[in-house]
């Protein structure tokens, strides 16, 4: 079995900055994918960014030059720098993470962070 587990959230005004971290644990063998996602009050859960094994990123077109998304294969984890957040960036992050064991498949979420960006 695979864990996510993220931090970093917190409460911030607008413009200004937040980090946000994942680990993933367990029998691992390779994580093919690891992004964030978000999700607002009423709304879809929806990709922020994410990042492959290789290094090539997406990013939702509304973060794009403000968000950076980050890894580290050899120990897990996962990093999305928030840069000029703005209150519509407000939302409960969640840490995705897709790969194998050495037995299957997992696609593996965290319980969630929460931002808020203040106006």
């Known amino acids: 079995q695979v864990q996510v587990m993220e931090s970093g959230g917190g409460l911030v005004q607008a413009g200004g900055s937040l980090r946000l971290s994942c680990a993933a644990s367990?029998?691992?063998?390779?994580?093919?994918?690891m992004g964030w996602y978000r999700q607002a009050p009423g709304k879809q859960r929806e990709l922020v960014a994410r990042?492959?094994?290789?290094?090539?990123?997406n990013y939702q077109d509304s973060v794009k030059g403000r968000f950076t998304i980050s890894r580290d294969n050899g120990k897990n984890t996962v990093s999305l720098q928030m840069n000029s957040l703005k209150p519509e960036d407000t939302a409960v992050y969640y840490c995705?993470?897709?790969?194998?064991?050495?037995?299957?498949?997992?696609?593996?979420w965290g319980q969630g962070t929460q931002v808020v960006v203040s106006s």
């Open positions: 990042i492959r094994s290789d290094g090539s990123t």
């Open positions: 995705n993470a897709v790969g194998t064991t050495w037995v299957r498949s997992f696609d593996s």
């Open positions: 367990g029998s691992i063998f390779n994580i093919n994918v």
